[in-house]
Structure formats: structure tokens, C-alpha cells
């Protein structure tokens, strides 16, 4: 081997070997860590990184610059960026918390719609679908995409918004169902009827969910009715004993029209699905 192909052979050994940041000789120009740059140069080696898709160099590079220029006035360009990039390789976390602090920063910023749909949209990720998992993250997509749409109603991603909204409230109010459904099987009548009545009052606009809270909210009353019959005494009946399983009765009786009522809405094939749970 002659020694132009040696001196080739080295070079390249150097620059796959030299850690990121680090200052390499490769074909007669010197890499620069970006903290050896200006905040001019530095955003341009920033914007090429991202058009690279470069995402975890880009990461990495942007915590320099913004220890070198922390006020820069392309420091919302690099954080958007680097929020963008841990959003693209589904670090949905770390996006979250990167575009909280974008908006902290920037709450007039041009993209701050971009910013709130992807926050939702992060935790939209991380919803599980089964109904009967823990909803909580769920509820903050929902929350998230609440806002986008009354802080941004026109914004392109408002459409979008919506339609994943409406999505995630008809898992949680079926998630409460299946809670209420537990607590059926399980003769705790109180805590299911709470939890169907909880749906009654923030699910009016989910009616498939609504029948099934119906049914069995009306059905609660009558078994916490013959329980306060027999026994005034009961634990079970602890939260009604200021009233007559006359009231509870009456009670049933008025949810049990509302179902009809609405059955008569909506195809009886969609309400079977939901209350056979």
C-alpha cells in the first residue's frame, strides 16, 4: 500500500473514531464543536442538521448551543427544533416537556399551534386503547386538544384536533362504564352508580355509552331500594339513608324513561354493543 492510500486509510479511521463535537481534519477543513461557533453559524449547522434528519445529533448539538446561547435570537428556532426532533423519534416525554418549555418561552410564537397539537398528539401516543386501562393520559390528550381548539380554532391541526377529542372521550366514558360494570358484578351498588351517573353528567354527547349508564344506573336504584327495605342500617345503603326506597324507586323510574327515550334515537344494534359489557 503507497502511502497516499496510508494517509486516506488514517484519515478515515480518525473521523469514525473521534467522539462528537471533537475538532477533525478531514480533507483539509476543521470540524468545530458548535461552541467554538457563532450563534449565526451555529443555527445554520443546526437547520442542516435538521433537514438531514440528523435527530440525535441534532439533540445533542442543540444543548450546546443553548449553553453557549442561552440568549440567542434563534434560541426558540433551536428549542422548537429539538422539541420537533424528540417528537420525531417518539421520545413523546422529553417532547412534551420541550415544547412546555417552548411555550413557556414563546407563547405568541408563530408555531405555538404546532407546538400544543404535538404536546396532545404526545400524549395522544401514549393512551392505551383498552378501555379497562387507566385512562389519565388519555384525559390530558383530550385536555390538550381542548385547547388547541379554543386557543387556535382556526389552526390547521384544529380539524384533527377534534376528531382525535371525540376519539378519547368515547374510550374514557367506556373505560368508566367498564368500572361501573366491575362494581355491578361485585353487588357494590353505590360505587357503580356513581360511576354511571358520572358518565350521565359528561357523556351527554356519547348516546351508545349513555343507554348502558341508563340501564344500569336505574337498575342501582332498585337494588339500593330492596337493600335499604330489608335494612336501614346497611353500609351499603350508608350514603341514602336520608331518603325512602321510595325516592331511590321514583329515581329508576325517571332514569328508565330517559333510556327509552333515547333508545328511540339511536340504532338499538349500537346500544346492545356498549351495554352487553
Excluded at 12 to 35: H, R, W
Aim: net charge neutral; proline share 4%; aromatic share 10%.
Amino acid at each position: 500500500m503507497n502511502n497516499a492510500k496510508i494517509n486516506t486509510f488514517i484519515t478515515g479511521l480518525l473521523f469514525l473514531t473521534v467522539p462528537l463535537g471533537a475538532s477533525v481534519l478531514t480533507s483539509g477543513c476543521e470540524y468545530k464543536p458548535i461552541s467554538e461557533l457563532s450563534a449565526e453559524d451555529g443555527i445554520v449547522r443546526l437547520r442542516e442538521l435538521n433537514q438531514e434528519e440528523s435527530w440525535e445529533r441534532l439533540i445533542q448539538e442543540i444543548d450546546e448551543y443553548r449553553s453557549r446561547f442561552p440568549y440567542s435570537q434563534y434560541a426558540a428556532e433551536a428549542d422548537l427544533m429539538q422539541a420537533n426532533a424528540y417528537f420525531r423519534t417518539s421520545r413523546h416525554p422529553e417532547a412534551i416537556a420541550s415544547y412546555d418549555d417552548f411555550l413557556r418561552r414563546n407563547p405568541n410564537h408563530k408555531q405555538a399551534d404546532l407546538a400544543l397539537f404535538r404536546i396532545a398528539k404526545s400524549y395522544d401516543a401514549q393512551c392505551p386503547e383498552e378501555p379497562e386501562r387507566e385512562q389519565a393520559t388519555t384525559q390530558k390528550a383530550i385536555e390538550k386538544y381542548a385547547e388547541l381548539s379554543s386557543r387556535f380554532p382556526k389552526s390547521e391541526f384544529s380539524s384533527e384536533s377534534k376528531e382525535r377529542s371525540a376519539t378519547l372521550r368515547q374510550r374514557v366514558a367506556e373505560h368508566h362504564l367498564f368500572i361501573g360494570n366491575f362494581y355491578w358484578k361485585k353487588s357494590l351498588y353505590h360505587a357503580a352508580l356513581s360511576r354511571y351517573l358520572l358518565i350521565l353528567n359528561r357523556f351527554n354527547d356519547l348516546p351508545q355509552v349513555k343507554v348502558a349508564a341508563l340501564v344500569r344506573a336505574s337498575e342501582s336504584y332498585l337494588r339500593l331500594a330492596e337493600e335499604l327495605e330489608k335494612n336501614p342500617n346497611s353500609d351499603a345503603v350508608s350514603y341514602f339513608r336520608g331518603q325512602t326506597p321510595a325516592q331511590l324507586k321514583e329515581r329508576s323510574a325517571e332514569l328508565a324513561k330517559k333510556k327509552q327515550d333515547l333508545l328511540g334515537t339511536i340504532p338499538q344494534s349500537k346500544t346492545s354493543e356498549v351495554s352487553e359489557g
